[in-house]
């Protein structure tokens, strides 16, 4: 098992070098094991993402209550908390605007390529040009799926894939190296235009989502920045809001629902305004079916017991699919982290490889369907021969359209369109939905995973319409509902077993087909695909963070930790520092253990017991050694450090800058100086006594957002910190480790 | 301020009986003043509630780790825990059910009751028979009316009002006498259908949020109630999940969402079934118009830069009238206070002045309209002298339409549907609309409070939708938005500017009209009316809260809660119990104070230093006392003591039942025995340095829906704990009233 779990967490790697562990490992408070003892490498969860060149960082949301951030507060005037106030909002709207343009631009982008290569392919099929015509096909597929690849495994490989795991566990405060760099969102942008227009099954949502995160770094607006992904995706605003809450975010606060709700209004209305631009014809080949909005309204709903059970019955055996989805995806992803780490050429061949599959599957498969005479309804144009739409000509004589032609010929957006039209019962055969759905169902598991943004909500849509389509048409002679409704609610029912989100959903059904008449039904199928999905095994993104070796929280403990108190996973050698330290001492310290932060304890004559005092981070200590505040004798350093250091010099930096301890100049003599760590000393951590079972910590440290916990004695008498816990001593391997025989949650 | 502070807080009181401040507070951990100093009366958030006859209780939500506890989960097969879980979804279930169908019987009966009486009034209007008309539908008011007071003033005081504020209160931890009683779920149920029946300016939805809160009494079921309860009055299952996450909850889970959604969908479904059962004519005079719903589809959604702008000015003007609303609100309600406290009959009476009142203005002012031409169009039956609908006859001639009177003389939900309604711009006058608009902010701001269940979002949806027709008519020649677009959105404006909610409204709204289109709009003017709104003053339910006297702990800290830290609120005489005490000591402790929580300290000999073991609970203590676990000399109590107790005897007892201290009968020699706290000690309760900020603090504390927090000194050799923090330390008034120069956030 841990084989596998090592093989999962190389997904990301880059350069097969061999990286020492002590270097790279960031959060070590608490080994049992002396460092050099190497089960700790099998064990700990950070010593396996250790073995990964990008080291990742654990975010911290504490309230650091240090003198300079006293100092600061205490200075700041009512004009300066205005300014701030304003300065949020003003992100909040940037990022609204921001994601709205991406996703304005995406659309056209993507309307543009794939009608250009849809067009020219149709207009040879109409000359009997067929070969010529595959060729351009897969051709333009083959560029537009290179060049995306190119981009992602060449500038920015932290850019492959949803970007939703990513978030998300950024949200849960992980910070892995570069999944928020400008570069990622560059290649996210322009990759995932590339991508979709490449005609994979693959879709633009999670690429969005990442997009909105990636253009701020706070976890604020970076929680607005994934709602503003899905509203731009799906123009579902309130949808937006309830995946930023459902979905990504670990922490809320009411605050947050009104700012992010601000942001993808702001989103709409960006949207909405393009929209009305582009209706009068200046975006090219953008026309009605830019941003998806499925109108199956004309339907009417009325529906009785007999429908329900086919609802129930189609949630049910859905909930199983969704679950072997998620259970194929995995497995394949686990092929291609191997694939994957043979180098970026390997990568994008990974990708032209799919991408001809793609191809011959959507042109072959065309040719099984037989020739269906067009209907007589004066309003429908067919067989069409236009970019979009459906009833395609493919091969068929003048009067016949191929029905199979119009899912595969068409934008993943216009196949759904296709396969959500009500009042168009026989409009595809029985074996054309079966064909369909095997390979819209195989292709996408195949395709996530390839090195370019990939989203996943529209590859299961379309699996789920095209399953909703085929159960109407076999419940026909049961259930009155059209077979547009059922292709919805087939579409609810995979999405609620492979995503496992509930509310969020079905608001986000709810703006894309705007018919609350459904939404008891959709409700329905929701519930019933989730629960039976969660007996075999967990949501496709939690899947996908697990593989990425993220050290992700989970919301609920797990039962044997009941069973285990805080001291218990604690240990290892705690590196403590004095009030007024040596500068030795103190770089000795960082250049030898990744360690983040550090208890400070004053010791007599500083008091009369030992007594703590609180916690210096690493980035503070580098900020006084960089600007050498050393003192000869063991003094406090007084009002003056105040004015030599403003509290700017402590801010956070964004991920990747900051002071290293490479860059610091000490000299020898300075070694033996002292450096007074009270005005850095986070005077307030959060602390629990050490008889704490570990599930009750593993909440607190959660609903905190915490990087570091101080374990304190329950008697007095002992030294006033036992230990630190961190973020990777909650992470079940790290706990199996040290306690094999404890039952893991299957 | 202080007198107004305490007149508000005397709004539930029923008796004048002074009570003695010491015998009723619940919680005096830390009084900086003897307990005899009588300004902590004036000072203290708990001895303004204390003055009150029904104790408020704080609630708890820690996990109790004590020894118990320990034994039970242990204990604890799978079955058991697959047990409980089946449980909690059955519970959910059963709220989702109960809520639909007490829905359904609130809309039917509320149907048949004002259908009876409106079609009474008018036949005799068509037979002209003017006088008899009034006393017919003055004299059904009034009786319908006093029937509502009766039951409330009576039978459950605490059925009065919205029912939303007492419901947050209770989320937020403040358990207030009979809030949740089966007394009060019979007075919301039917002195609701009573008091809309009779006319007033009142909703459904807030004693509907009541309703479902009252179906059980745990914290996530509560949650689960009043989503459902939103979910029933407006049939928005979506809705009521966000309304209980934005406006309801003080604290969230993910697994809340999931339940809290699961028990909106069972709602959305029964009321779907009885719809369909309804549609068939078998529920009496209950037509289409017994769910709200309001259809403006058929106006064509574009807006251009001249609609925004007039809905930008609809916003913020809304957001002023809003925030006015609220204050008159406020004082209305401080002066029903001091009427309703001269008991019960007084009650009633005033019930009856207003509904009288009411009576005058519907009926009275119907008069003042001119007679309108019916419009020629074949669909419309007018005039009509149904129950329902618009173009009421009143006394116009045949042909001719009274507008205001199909406003007035109509049930609350048609008079919004009326008002909603597209494509007939001219139905109503200006001066019909400034009349009606005028009568119905006034009827709805002197209606709450007054003693039956009183909803919130009907009057304010009301005057709201006709301020926004007003406004549409009177920005006819510059906007060309449909007058029952103008109306929504003024409908909207107003719940922003009142309520302060937005995500919530915005897809509640959606749900009722069913377009999304206006979505944008609807955000716009929301975000406009609250951030002007929130300049003036709190949303009505934080008001109300806080007029309630209830110890609400906030989201946010003061500003001044950073300059202070845990030890300069936490004082006053702190009595801990020896892990193995005396039983008189106990006892003593018990009767001279109202504390909930003792910390237990073990002393030598039975540890090496004095050290804190945790925290009992009161509620425990009896059960031990009561079970008379006593031993002669102070040793542990040993296994022994698991077999004479079981878990479930220190199970959390429903609000008001449990043992007293009264109940105990303890014999003069028991009272030298000893007692061993060790196994219903909570050995990791929640601890605090005593020099963290309490800003810091605060955030904690609320953040764990605690009870109770150890504050622990900085250096050893002093007493392990230093002083207990509970909720109403946190309190504005507790704060200012020891440290008098801070200076509140206004």
Redesign the interface.
């Known amino acids: 098992m841990n084989r596998e779990e090592n093989s999962g967490n190389e997904l990301d790697i880059e350069n097969d070098e061999v990286m020492d562990w002590k270097h790279n490992e960031t959060e070590t408070y608490s080994h049992t094991q002396p460092l050099l003892f190497k089960r700790v490498k099998t064990t700990s969860q950070i010593a396996i993402v250790g073995s990964n060149i990008c080291p990742i960082e654990s975010l911290d949301y504490e309230?650091l209550?240090n003198e300079f951030f006293k100092q600061d507060?205490r200075s700041r005037k009512k004009v300066q908390i205005f300014q701030y106030v304003i300065l949020k909002w003003a992100f909040a709207l940037l990022i609204g605007l921001l994601t709205g343009l991406f996703g304005i631009f995406n659309n056209i982008a993507v309307e543009n390529l794939s009608g250009f290569k849809l067009l020219m392919t149709t207009n040879l099929m109409t000359q009997h040009k067929y070969f010529k015509a595959f060729a351009v096909f897969a051709g333009c597929n083959v560029v537009f799926a290179a060049a995306a690849a190119t981009l992602c495994a060449f500038i920015s490989p932290a850019a492959a894939g949803s970007g939703i795991p990513k978030v998300k566990a950024y949200l849960n405060g992980v910070d892995a190296y570069s999944i928020l760099a400008p570069g990622t969102l560059f290649v996210k942008i322009f990759g995932s235009v590339l991508g979709v227009s490449a005609g994979f099954v693959v879709g633009k949502e999670g690429p969005m989502v990442h997009t909105g995160a990636c253009i701020v770094d706070r976890r604020d607006l970076i929680t607005c920045g994934a709602a503003a992904g899905v509203a731009a995706a799906f123009r579902a605003?309130?949808g937006g809001?309830?995946f930023a809450?459902?979905e990504a975010a670990s922490w809320?606060?009411?605050?947050l629902?009104?700012r992010t709700?601000?942001t993808?209004?702001v989103v709409?209305?960006v949207l909405?305004a393009f929209i009305?631009i582009c209706s009068t014809g200046r975006c090219g080949l953008f026309g009605e079916g830019g941003l998806i909005m499925y109108d199956v309204s004309a339907a009417a709903v009325?529906y009785s017991g007999a429908d329900i059970l086919a609802v129930i019955l189609l949630g049910t055996i859905r909930g199983i699919f969704g679950s072997l989805y998620n259970y194929l995806v995995d497995k394949v992803l686990r092929v291609y982290s191997i694939l994957n780490r043979k180098g970026a050429a390997f990568k994008v061949l990974l990708v032209i490889i799919i991408s001809l599959l793609t191809s011959c599957c959507a042109y072959g498969l065309s040719w099984f369907a037989t020739c269906i005479p067009c209907p007589t309804h004066e309003s429908i144009s067919c067989p069409n021969t236009d970019e979009s739409g459906n009833n395609k000509s493919f091969q068929c004589p003048p009067g016949y359209y191929n029905d199979l032609a119009s899912l595969f010929l068409n934008t993943n957006d216009d196949a759904i369109r296709n396969l959500m039209s009500t009042s168009t019962v026989k409009e595809f055969h029985i074996h054309t939905l079966i064909i369909f759905f095997a390979a819209v169902f195989c292709l996408g598991i195949i395709t996530y995973g390839i090195a370019f943004p990939t989203g996943l909500f529209i590859p299961v849509i379309l699996a789920g319409a095209c399953y909703g389509r085929l159960v109407g048409r076999l419940f026909e002679t049961i259930s009155k509902l059209d077979a547009g409704l059922f292709a919805l609610l087939g579409a609810a029912s995979f999405l609620g077993g492979t995503m496992r989100m509930?509310?969020s959903l079905?608001?986000i059904l709810?703006?894309l087909t705007?018919?609350?008449?459904l939404?008891?039904l959709v409700?329905?199928v929701l519930?019933i695909s989730k629960s039976v999905a969660d007996i075999f095994n967990k949501g496709v993104y939690d899947q996908i963070v697990k593989l990425n070796g993220f050290p992700y929280l989970e919301?609920?403990a797990e039962p044997y930790m009941?069973q285990l108190v805080a001291l218990d996973v604690v240990s290892g050698p705690l590196i403590t520092f004095s009030g007024i330290e040596k500068v030795g001492n103190i770089l000795h310290a960082l250049r030898t253990t990744g360690h983040n932060g550090f208890p400070v304890i004053d010791d007599p004559p500083l008091?009369?017991?030992?007594?703590?005092c609180g916690i210096v981070l690493r980035s503070h200590l580098l900020v006084l050694l960089k600007g050498k505040a050393f003192s000869k004798d063991r003094i406090f350093a007084g009002e003056e450090i105040f004015h030599r250091f403003a509290v700017f010099d402590f801010a956070k930096a964004g991920s990747g800058k900051g002071i290293k301890v490479e860059d610091l100049d000490i000299e020898e003599e300075e070694m033996d100086m002292y450096i007074d760590l009270h005005p850095i000393t986070n005077?307030?951590p959060?602390?629990?006594?050490e008889?704490?079972?570990l599930?009750?910590v593993a909440?607190?440290f959660r609903?905190?957002g915490l990087r570091h916990m101080c374990v304190?004695p329950?008697?007095?008498?002992r030294p006033?910190v036992v230990g630190i816990l961190t973020r990777h001593d909650f992470m079940p391997v790290h706990i199996l480790g040290l306690y094999p025989h404890m039952k893991p949650h299957k």
């Not at 329950?714 to 008498?717: A, I, L, N, V, Y």
């Open positions: 309230i209550e507060w605003p309130v809001v309830l809450l459902e809320w606060r009411s605050t629902l009104w709700f601000f993808t209004a709409a209305i909405r009305q009325m509930t509310v079905c608001d709810l703006e705007n018919d609350l008449l939404l008891p409700m329905l519930l919301a609920h009941r008091s009369d017991a030992p007594e703590l005077t307030s959060y602390m629990v006594v008889t704490m079972s599930a009750k909440l607190l609903q905190l304190i329950k008697s007095q008498g006033p």
